[in-house]
């Protein structure tokens, strides 16, 4: 389910992919008879999942894609699945590399930072940062982020106005 590339292996090998796999004898006939189809369809349930997680961490990037969100979700996820213990914001960091590579515009530098402080180890972190949204337009500013031992952490934006 997890590998885009293994569900398009089944589709054109599916008893190469039971080899590969180790399916057990007594287990293979029921592999096999798995349809592609359904198995494409429940992945794309699991995809949708995933992509509501890291909407919550990337809403102002994902407004800012607009209908090409979901598509470039989609397109990443074939590839990616995150192992990490934090794993909504390890797949919000990949799909900010994808979208940083493809559509920088559209990536929200705030949200950017915000998730790679999460991922990282680092007690403290400070971005500069060139547009932080603020009615009616944008200023320069500053992020600031603070760790504490437990693991529970501070986000202030700090930004220049007149």
């Known amino acids: 389910m997890q590998s885009g590339t293994l569900r398009?292996?089944?589709?054109?090998?599916a008893a190469g992919v039971s080899r590969r796999?180790?399916?057990?004898?007594s287990d293979r006939e029921m592999f096999l008879q798995l349809a592609p189809v359904e198995l494409e369809a429940q992945a794309v349930v699991l995809l949708r999942k995933r992509f509501d997680l890291v909407r919550r961490w990337l809403a102002r990037t994902c407004r800012s894609l607009g209908n090409e969100a979901?598509?470039?979700f989609q397109a990443y996820s074939r590839t990616t699945w995150p192992q990490a213990k934090s794993h909504a914001a390890n797949d919000a960091k990949g799909f900010c590399a994808m979208i940083d590579a493809n559509r920088p515009a559209a990536l929200c530098r705030?949200?950017?930072h915000?998730?790679?402080?999460?991922?990282g180890e680092n007690r403290w972190s400070v971005c500069f940062l060139h547009a932080?949204?603020?009615?009616?337009?944008f200023r320069p500013g500053l992020q600031i982020f603070l760790?504490?031992?437990?693991?529970?952490?501070?986000?202030?934006?700090?930004?220049?106005?007149?």
């Open 114 to 119: 915000r998730v790679h402080f999460l991922c």
């Open 8 to 13: 398009d292996e089944f589709v054109a090998n």
């Open 21 to 25: 796999l180790g399916v057990r004898p």
């Open 147 to 162: 760790r504490h031992r437990r693991g529970r952490w501070h986000e202030w934006v700090i930004f220049a106005g007149a």
């Open 110 to 112: 705030i949200e950017f």
């Open 132 to 137: 932080v949204p603020f009615r009616p337009g």
């Open 70 to 72: 979901w598509p470039m």
